[in-house]
């Protein structure tokens, strides 16, 4: 599934949150498990870990498209950059942000868990995609916005 | 290596305009010691019992413990330990588990019981008008020197506090200084900082 697909669907899932079927939460995890850079917790009587997951997703995909994160940081770890005073633990990560980080800090590879281990062109971080917006129409209905 | 000196090093005031409160907040944080990696952990520069990461071995997470209530985790606490050489303390953390099923009893008392354990918690005293480094009182570690073991563990099923819960007590002794503080640049940081080690790992272990 394309990034603008996903998007599209994730809004229609979000659209009826409180009607979500089996088959929506599944598939819900499927794409957290496929796509973040943790696994998806499914605890007992949490009426909002869809919601929650629906909005890291939608934030994921709009930040760094559908690929897996290639670089993810041990638990415990927070990375400060002390030139733009910006935070990164493995929430707001990036592959681009680890990149540069690392590309200024090659010492710290070693608060990392995960690092590609070749930086060949398949592993090579792309630029944040360009999605067009998903916008709500009055009807309450998902579609992407003409530019 | 100089000796270590034993002198005090600063004048003690009572802040007026961030006047000290007890207590503790409901979430913490308990990590099996093991599963850090202390050659990775990393300290203040100039402040030695403040901690700026503490990282976990690939694929270890902490594990949440929240505790409801208007006194969460009460019986924490430091107290002196008179030596024959060197004084140290000791760090109790007290906690109750309001579940009783096989899972719980095999996943977290059958650990808890024979483990050593690092704790993270958040005092209510969070200090953020401080000049400099504000919200530094926030979060406070045990068990760094020495780890955490149970000294008590008790299922008492009249029990009006844990209505049949677990009553648990950990106790750190021996450790050489009166407190340490996970603080990373902010509270804000500190807390995210809190909140990375029970992530879980993208493998899902």
């Known amino acids: 599934m394309e990034a603008n697909t996903t998007l599209v669907y994730l809004s229609s899932l979000f659209?009826?949150?409180?009607?979500?079927?089996?088959?929506?939460?599944?598939?819900?995890?499927?794409?957290?498990?496929?796509?973040?850079?943790?696994?998806?917790?499914?605890?007992?009587?949490?009426?909002?870990?869809?919601?929650?997951?629906?909005?890291?997703?939608q934030i994921k995909i709009k930040n760094s498209g559908m690929k897996k994160q290639?670089?993810?940081?041990?638990?415990?770890?927070?990375?400060?950059?002390?030139?733009s005073k910006e935070y990164y633990t493995n929430s707001n990560l990036t592959d681009k942000i680890a990149k540069a980080y690392l590309k200024k800090h090659p010492d710290e590879a070693k608060l990392f868990a995960?690092?590609?281990?070749?930086?060949?062109?398949?592993t090579e971080v792309e630029d944040e995609p360009e999605i067009p917006e998903v916008e709500?129409?009055?009807?309450?209905?998902?579609?992407?916005?003409q530019s | 290596?100089?000796?270590?000196?034993?002198?005090?090093?600063?004048d003690i005031v009572a802040s007026c305009d961030d006047p000290i409160v007890g207590g503790l907040e409901a979430n913490a944080v308990i990590i099996n010691r093991e599963d850090i990696d202390f050659a990775l952990v990393s300290f203040n520069t100039?402040?030695?019992?403040?901690?700026?990461?503490?990282?976990?071995?690939?694929?270890?997470?902490?594990y949440k413990a929240y505790v409801p209530g208007g006194k969460p985790f009460t019986g924490t606490k430091t107290s002196l330990e008179k030596g024959t050489y060197r004084n140290t303390f000791a760090n109790d953390?007290?906690?109750?588990?309001?579940?009783?099923?096989?899972?719980?009893?095999?996943?977290v008392i059958d650990g808890l019981a024979n483990g050593k354990f690092i704790v993270v918690f958040e005092n209510n005293h969070k200090n953020l008008n401080k000049a400099t480094t504000p919200g530094d009182s926030a979060v406070q570690v045990f068990g760094y020197y020495q780890g955490l073991q149970s000294e008590t563990i008790d299922?008492?099923?009249?029990s009006e506090e844990v209505d049949g819960g677990w009553s648990i007590l950990l106790k750190e002794t021996k450790s050489p200084k009166s407190a340490i503080f996970l603080y990373k640049e902010s509270l804000t940081a500190t807390k995210a900082l809190m909140d990375a080690l029970t992530q879980l790992p993208a493998n899902g272990s």
Not at chain 1, 73 to 82: A, I, S, T
Not at chain 2, 1 to 10: D, G, P, S
Not at chain 2, 46 to 62: A, M, S, W
């Open chain 2, 93 to 107: 953390f007290a906690l109750v588990v309001l579940e009783n099923d096989p899972d719980v009893a095999a996943q």
């Open chain 2, 1 to 10: 290596m100089t000796n270590c000196n034993a002198l005090i090093a600063k």
């Open chain 1, 114 to 122: 995960e690092i590609p281990e070749v930086e060949t062109e398949e």
């Open chain 1, 15 to 57: 659209g009826r949150i409180a009607a979500l079927t089996e088959e929506d939460r599944l598939s819900i995890e499927q794409l957290y498990t496929q796509i973040m850079p943790k696994a998806f917790v499914r605890r007992s009587g949490c009426n909002d870990c869809y919601k929650d997951a629906l909005i890291e997703l």
């Open chain 1, 136 to 145: 709500t129409t009055s009807k309450g209905r998902r579609k992407n916005k």
């Open chain 2, 46 to 62: 100039t402040r030695k019992n403040v901690i700026e990461n503490l990282p976990l071995k690939v694929g270890k997470r902490g």
């Open chain 2, 155 to 158: 299922n008492d099923k009249y």
């Open chain 1, 70 to 83: 290639k670089y993810r940081l041990r638990n415990g770890v927070l990375l400060f950059d002390h030139e």
